[in-house]
Each structure stands twice: as structure tokens, then as C-alpha cells.
């Protein structure tokens, strides 16, 4: 009977690892062509001065258009495009078409965009992003480059190197997903980042359970304010939430309480009549 049922349940498995390697293998291949055929996609959603909740920037966040199996989320393309090799262009485009959009908003209004590791080693990247900025005449200093925190990433050579000359170029980073990583500390002696952003699994723990998860914010705020880095507190859905950030400290917030990701045009009409503040 158990060696029956053992024989059962590992066929079973052995099925379903079958399936979701041929599915992992179709959106590969499917991939590899959605860049060309138009099927990629950019939202971007609010983020939100602390002190008096203005509009400071967007954070741009892809979507695959599948033709037939809808939409699907970057969390399910984007390991694989950086497996191919497919988020090196992917990468140059979501650049290229963020800031088309940014050369739309008011210059106060500044763009971020997301890097995978991977693309902390595509050599080419700071003569393209310098070729985007220029095409598109925006300033180097309104695009901010999110980078999740890593031990690894920090330590190679290469990366080190690509830091230096994005640097260089007057970009911003942000430390991505502040807490859950390998916390790397070192990295933020790294005087290229100036923005930490705080993970969402904090701001939901310290509003729903208060002092010691509140705790673990004031600490990053201090630290980043020590290092003078501002402080985005990410997946403020409440009212509660984004004022206990905002008194905890966070100098930026962003969440579904002022704005979900949106299409473009959205964003744009968002800022349109925005003045500097
Ligand atoms: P992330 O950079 O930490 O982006 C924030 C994620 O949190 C987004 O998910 C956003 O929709 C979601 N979010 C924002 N506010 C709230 C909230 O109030 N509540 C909840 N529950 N969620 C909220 P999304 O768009 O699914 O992106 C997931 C991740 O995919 C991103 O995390 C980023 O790491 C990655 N990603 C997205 N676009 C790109 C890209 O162009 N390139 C690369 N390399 N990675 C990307
Ligand atoms: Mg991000
Ligand atoms: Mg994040
Ligand atoms: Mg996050």
C-alpha cells in the first residue's frame, strides 16, 4: 500500500515538474519575441512626498501582454529573461520608453526604473542609458535606478565597476526591497545610493502589530538618515499605514492608497498641471 501510494504521489510529481517545465519553455520561447512584437508594456505608479503627499515620481513597472495566455506579471517573466539573456534588451527598453515618458512630465518629476542583477554586468548599459537621456533630453538626475539589495552584486569587480561609471552619469539609485535580501550593510557605504526603499512585508507587520515592527522602520529610517539617503516606505495600502510611516520617518511612500501601477497617459494627466513645489 505505502509503496504504491509513494510510486503514485512521485508520478504525480513528476508530471507536474514535466508540465511546468514545458510551460517555463513555451513563455522562453514566447518571450523571445514579445519585444519585437509590441507585447511589452510599461505602468507606472505614484510616488508620494510623506509631507504633503505631492507626486514626486513614478516608478515604472513592465507587464507582458501575452496574446493568449493575458497578462502576465513581471515576477513570472522576469527570472526567465534574465536566464536568456533576454533582459539585456528587455533592460534598454524599459530605459528608452520610461524616459520618453518623463520628457512628458514636469522636470521636478523624476522616473524610476528597475535593474535585475543581471543587468548590473550588461557592459553596454551607461552608453545607452547616456543615449536614451540625450535622446529624450531629460536630465541624468530625474532617473533613479532601483537595485535589490545583494552581498553578491556588491562584491564583483564588473558590477563595481558599472556603479562607478552610472555614477558618474549623475543617476540616483535606490536600494530595492529594503530588509528582505541579504542584508547587505556594506552596500550602503556605497555612496552611490541616496534612497532606500523600505519592503512592503515591513509597513504591512508594523500596522498591523505596532511597536516592535515599527521598530525595525524607525532603525532603516535612522540608518538612512545617518548616510543621508531618503527613506520610501513601499505598499502603503492604508490611510494607517502611510501615517505611521510618515511619522515613523519615511521621507517618500508609495501604494494602492495613492495610486495603483497605471497606464501612461494616466500617470501623465496625473502631473500635468503639477507645479514645482
Ligand atoms: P518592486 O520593484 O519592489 O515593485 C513594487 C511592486 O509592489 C510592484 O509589483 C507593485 O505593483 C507592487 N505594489 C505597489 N504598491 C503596492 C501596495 O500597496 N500593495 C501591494 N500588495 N503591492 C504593491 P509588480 O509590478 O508586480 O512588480 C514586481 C517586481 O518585478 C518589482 O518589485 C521588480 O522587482 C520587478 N520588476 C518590475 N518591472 C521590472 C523591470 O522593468 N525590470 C526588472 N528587472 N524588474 C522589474
Ligand atoms: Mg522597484
Ligand atoms: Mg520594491
Ligand atoms: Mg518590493
Known sequence: Q???????????????????????RRLEGDLAAALDQDQLALMFQPVVDAADERITGFEALLRWHHPELGTIPP??????????GLIVPIGHWVIDRALAWAARWPQHVR????LSAVQMEDVDLPVHIAAALARHRVTADRLELEITESLFLAE???VQ???AELTALGL????DDFGTGYSALGTLQNASFSRIKIDRSFVKRATALGDDASAIIQAIVRLAASLDMATTAEGTETRAAFELCRDLGCTQVQGFLFGRPMPPEQATALVADLAPA
Open 2 to 24: 505505502v509503496k504504491g501510494q509513494g510510486r503514485g504521489a512521485a508520478c504525480q510529481y513528476s508530471a507536474e515538474m514535466a508540465e511546468a517545465a514545458a510551460h517555463r
Open 75 to 84: 515576477l513570472d517573466f522576469i527570472p526567465i529573461a534574465e536566464d536568456t
Open 111 to 114: 522616473v524610476a526604473v528597475n
Open 156 to 158: 564583483k569587480p564588473v
Open 161 to 163: 565597476q558599472l556603479l
Open 172 to 175: 540616483n539609485f535606490a536600494l
